[in-house]
């Protein structure tokens, strides 16, 4: 079955760290098709997209929100991406899902499959 | 970035068709055919219906099929059924090399 499994949330104070995890399994996680995205979701609100990676982590992308405060990576070895998030505000409470999207020369197949989400809250 | 913008609300009784809208601009949704849609129920993960403005992946019901118009695209839903009753959001790429989503539409199914 291919699946994606997050992990690392928790409560975190203000300006405060925290490392997201998303373990891949069930599909070659290296392949060259497959970025990676982090999409979060504050509570009773939409969702919004944070960052993205491609296949060999040589090319990422942030939303203007996150960027400088949060670094996306993913380990092929260990079928993993990962998302550190430092400088943490108040307004990054949310669910975060990793998301895989196939990306192809001709175009991309939209966020095809998605984790379970891991809940972030930053407060004091 | 600024989400696309999606109404609030759309609701229809069982076997009309509804449809809901995503407007951006001609540096996202006008720009590219990288437009999909996503199902959510609450305190569930969001789940592809639509990809490419108009491509429905294997498993999704024909029920559902999707097009764009400039810097709109639109989502119809034909056949509507109490299943539907749903959260839907629109994404699309952007010129910046990131990606966007709509502000969401609640589906009620009267």
């Known amino acids: 079955e291919v699946q994606l499994v997050e992990s690392g949330g928790g409560l975190v104070q203000p300006g405060g760290s925290l490392r997201l995890s998303c373990a891949a399994s069930?599909?070659?996680?290296?392949?060259?098709?497959?970025?990676i995205h982090w999409v979060r979701q504050p509570p009773g609100k939409g969702l919004v997209w944070v960052s993205r990676i491609n296949s060999d982590g040589a090319h990422t992308s942030y939303a203007d929100s996150v960027k400088g405060r949060f670094t996306i990576s993913r380990d092929n070895a260990k079928n993993t991406l990962y998302l550190q998030m430092n400088s943490l505000r108040v307004e990054d409470t949310a669910v975060y899902y990793c998301?895989?999207?196939?990306?192809?020369?001709?175009?991309?197949?939209?966020?095809?499959?998605w984790g379970q989400g891991t809940m972030v809250t930053v407060a004091s | 970035q600024s989400a696309l913008t999606q109404p609030a609300s759309v609701s229809g009784s069982p076997g009309q068709s509804i449809t809901i809208s995503c407007t951006g601009t001609?540096?996202?949704?006008?720009?590219?055919?990288?437009v999909s849609w996503y199902q959510q129920y609450p305190g569930k993960a969001p789940k592809l219906m639509i990809y490419?403005?108009?491509n429905r992946p294997s498993g999704v019901s024909n029920r559902f099929s999707g097009s764009k118009s400039v810097n709109t695209a639109s989502l119809t839903i034909s056949g509507l059924q109490a299943e539907d009753e749903a959260d839907y959001y629109c994404?699309?790429?952007?010129?910046?090399?990131?990606?966007?989503f709509g502000t969401g539409t609640k589906v009620t199914v009267l």
């Open positions: 998301a895989r999207v196939p990306t192809t020369a001709v175009g991309t197949y939209g966020f095809d499959i």
């Open positions: 994404s699309s790429y952007t010129a910046s090399r990131t990606y966007v």
């Open positions: 001609s540096s996202d949704v006008g720009g590219y055919n990288y």
């Open positions: 490419d403005v108009s």
């Open positions: 069930g599909f070659t996680f290296s392949d060259i098709t497959y970025w």
